[in-house]
């Protein structure tokens, strides 16, 4: 059950609304099904409809009346929540809508059980799935209701009914999700043919903008280049940067004037500090050098990525967090050199994903600073004409995807499990369609029968507990064919499949053959060791075997048991 809970200034106002039509005529038979009292007029069951309102406001309206004349009357003193139940819910009677009415005035603080003064409250069902709370916030003694976090109270009690009640459990937040967008802006959205609203579009380009920039500068810089936006610097009187608002240049109120949004109405992380906070934890790559290899950032991107689900296991929760919201970034920077073909994919991915970068934890941005740089090295150069360094960034995506969920599943972020949940969907399908060429060009080249069976003696001896899985894999022949390109090259195949066991556990992967693959073309992209390196790895790897036979030898034997044995 999710409730909504916002103030007003008049009762006459809302009581109308609840006993109207509605706004799409969906108002089909409104009526009372509690009361403060359970004595409240009900207009819905009357044959004078508009005298019983104009009773059942005065009635609500008497204590407010009484501190106004004191001058103690809160200036917006009606209390309005909605109760709506999900879908797939049972449609509840009337009895259970007004238990579960009675409970929520009860947990806000409107009308504590077993107070006499609480205020004054009615609940209206129009529908077969939802009830609308009516109270105004004046109790008995004349005093202000304590309503202190009722949206939280009034979760927490509606997570107790759907338990229950046994109905639908919805994710509960943190208080750390974006701004939801109003009915109005979706309203006006659907009306100027657009499927996000303003707030929406805006929030995705923003954040893509912080992805891309390396400076303050350069953020509004880049926003101010994109068509159809319009961007302010506000400064202090001193002449310091105070913030940032952005608007678009098709979206405009009822006076004719651009609708402005700061950064923090777009989302939390998108505030003026947050930015330069999340800019400054960012270092800028080193400056090349003539006749020195240069790094693919998109290797460096993906190798920064396959080693957060360890940080997630390994490392402190605010490590972990600052991880998953420098990957949040990356996944915001693909649009940007993907292919037209995959760019709605991944919009739809980063837009779940966002959900999922933040929860209670404190963000400490310097913990990844490596993928950052990376990934804006990456936007500087020349997107690959093949789909190769994508799909091997994606396949490692969706690892760290599937690690998130499983993290925020154990700190009970319901929420973030459920944004990566549905973030897995569009990455995958991004995927099937970036790996499709690449992989069969590889399994087009499989090697050999011998050639074969002797990658398969160096599997089992570089990783003995994925082995028997991988070569079962549908897509071994892939795998095959990169070890064999990657020989060709000089390579040693069974120290390069050490190497990608190194890299990170297989255990999540859909096809562990097809990540191997990847990582295999992204470490045999490097520079081949010479022989003497070669020989050097063969002495270390010599002296390493002999040792432990040492030590096996010198290790004293192993005592028989003591133990007796009873007949």
Not at 74 to 99: F, M, N, Y
Not at 449 to 469: F, G, N, W, Y
């Amino acid at each position: 059950m999710i409730a909504k809970i916002s103030s007003g200034k008049s009762t006459a106002g809302l009581i109308r609304y609840l006993y109207g039509p509605g706004r799409a005529n969906e108002h089909t038979d409104p009526h009372l099904v509690a009361s403060w009292d359970g004595y409240a007029p009900d207009p819905g069951r009357t044959d004078d409809i508009t005298a019983t309102k104009k009773l059942l406001v005065a009635d609500l309206d008497l204590r407010v009346k009484q501190a106004r004349r004191l001058g103690r009357a809160p200036e917006k003193h009606v209390w309005h929540c909605s109760i709506r139940a999900a879908e797939t819910d049972p449609t509840l009677s009337d009895e259970e809508w007004a238990d579960i009415a009675r409970r929520v005035v009860a947990a806000t603080g409107i009308s504590p059980t077993d107070d006499p003064d609480g205020c004054r409250w009615v609940a209206v069902r129009h529908a077969p799935d939802h009830i609308h709370i009516a109270a105004t916030k004046v109790r008995g003694d004349l005093r202000a209701a304590r309503h202190w976090n009722d949206y939280l109270t009034a979760d927490r009690e509606l997570a107790s009914v759907e338990t229950e009640y046994g109905l639908h459990q919805v994710a509960r937040g943190d208080r750390t999700a974006a701004k939801r967008p109003t009915r109005a802006e979706q309203e006006k959205a659907r009306r100027n043919g657009q499927a996000k609203t303003a707030r929406e579009r805006l929030r995705a380009t923003v954040r893509t903008a912080v992805a891309a920039a390396a400076s303050m500068e350069e953020f509004v810089h880049l926003l101010s280049n994109i068509d159809g936006m319009l961007v302010e610097v506000v400064h202090f009187p001193s002449g310091d940067v105070r913030g940032y608002k952005v608007a678009r240049s098709d979206d405009i109120n009822a006076g004719g004037e651009h609708v402005w949004f700061s950064g923090s109405e777009l989302s939390p992380d998108l505030s003026f500090p947050k930015i330069r906070e999340r800019l400054n934890g960012t270092y800028a790559q080193p400056i090349e050098r003539p006749g020195r290899h240069k790094p693919n950032p998109w290797h460096q991107a993906t190798a920064a990525v396959e080693r957060i689900p360890h940080h997630l296991d390994q490392a402190g929760d605010i490590a972990a967090q600052s991880h998953l919201a420098a990957f949040g970034e990356s996944l915001d920077a693909l649009p940007l050199v993907a292919p037209q073909v995959l760019r709605h994919q991944l919009r739809e991915a980063t837009a779940a994903f966002e959900r999922a970068t933040r929860s209670r934890i404190h963000t400490e941005h310097h913990h990844a600073r490596a993928l950052r740089s990376a990934v804006r090295t990456m936007l500087r150069e020349p997107a690959p004409k093949d789909g190769t360094a994508l799909a091997m960034f994606l396949d490692a995506a969706i690892l760290v995807v599937t690690a998130a969920a499983r993290w925020h599943q154990l700190h009970h972020h319901d929420q973030q499990v459920a944004a990566a949940q549905q973030t897995l969907i569009h990455l995958q399908a991004a995927y099937d369609q970036a790996a499709a060429e690449p992989l069969a060009a590889l399994a087009l080249n499989r090697p050999p029968k011998q050639t074969v069976d002797r990658h398969i003696r160096h599997l089992r001896r570089a990783m003995p507990e994925h082995a028997e899985q991988i070569v079962e894999d549908a897509a071994f022949s892939t795998l095959a064919g990169a070890l064999a390109k990657a020989e060709s090259a000089g390579h040693d195949p069974e120290q390069l499949l050490r190497q990608a066991a190194d890299q990170r556990a297989l255990d999540d992967a859909r096809s562990p053959a097809r990540t191997l693959t990847w990582r295999i073309q992204r470490l045999s992209a490097r520079q081949a060791p010479s022989a003497r390196t070669h020989a050097a790895m063969a002495r270390s790897s010599a002296q390493r075997s002999t040792t432990s036979a040492h030590a096996a030898a010198v290790a004293p034997a192993p005592q028989p048991s003591r133990t007796r044995r009873h007949g």
